[in-house]
């Protein structure tokens, strides 16, 4: 028997202020006031408040003093030592994966990856962006390395949060983003652990100009 806890209240408001932050109706700097997220919600401060502390813990939000809760800023230092983190635990990620995969589990991968390629070329940008993390979570069993995984876990929403703004000003980039995956299943595949770093590094670094460049659009 198992039990399946329902989601808090403080994580679905958590996950509505996240959703209008990634998609970028809320924006850097912006408060995000308290006394209006329980009228549009309808809920009570206590459950919105705990919403706020878990968005602060997710880089999303930042709590200052007698000023309330804002809108994390996005600044270039800030998105290139997001980039530079990622990067560095999606090798590592990536590198436990080739190590650690056998017939037994790869099949849930390559599941996955032939989710993203079709979603590539559809429509719907977000569901291609929520793939990509998918991917990543089904590696984590694969990777057996906890610590590895909850930091990821930690920066997924701040990555959404410029992997949509990226999209948002150069909705064509999800064709690199497919070659991207592509490639690392292989890599990944063929136990190719040296080429790995050269792939995440090479690909970060573009998804950081974009990135760049789009909030230089939306300023």
């Known amino acids: 028997m198992s039990f399946v806890t329902p989601e808090s209240l403080a994580e679905q408001i958590a996950g509505h202020l996240a959703e209008r932050i990634i998609q970028g109706d809320l924006k850097s700097n912006e408060r995000i006031q308290e006394g209006r997220v329980v009228q549009e919600l309808e809920v009570s401060r206590g459950p919105v408040r705990e919403a706020l502390l878990l968005l602060e813990s997710r880089h999303l939000v930042t ?27 999606l090798t590592m990620l990536a590198d436990l994966l080739a190590r650690n995969w056998n017939d037994n589990n790869k099949q849930v991968l390559l599941d996955q990856a032939m989710r993203l390629q079709e979603l590539a070329s ?3 940008k977000n569901a291609f962006i929520l793939a990509g993390f998918e991917l990543m979570r089904k590696a984590f069993t694969i990777a057996n390395n906890d610590y590895l995984a909850q930091m990821l876990e930690d920066l997924q929403p701040a990555i959404h949060r410029t992997y949509a703004m990226s999209i948002r000003h150069s909705p064509d980039e999800t064709e690199l983003s497919r070659q991207f ?5 292989t890599a990944v595949l063929s136990r190719d ?27």
Do not use: W
């Open 63 to 89: 709590i200052l003093p007698r000023r309330g809760a804002i809108v994390t800023e996005l600044t270039p230092h800030r998105v290139r030592s997001l980039y530079d983190m990622y990067v560095t635990l």
């Open 193 to 219: 652990t040296d080429v790995l770093p050269k792939i995440f590094h090479s690909y970060g670094r573009h998804q950081c100009s974009l990135v760049l460049a789009a909030m230089q659009e939306e300023n």
């Open 181 to 185: 995956f592509s490639g690392l299943v």
């Open 122 to 124: 559809s429509q719907d």
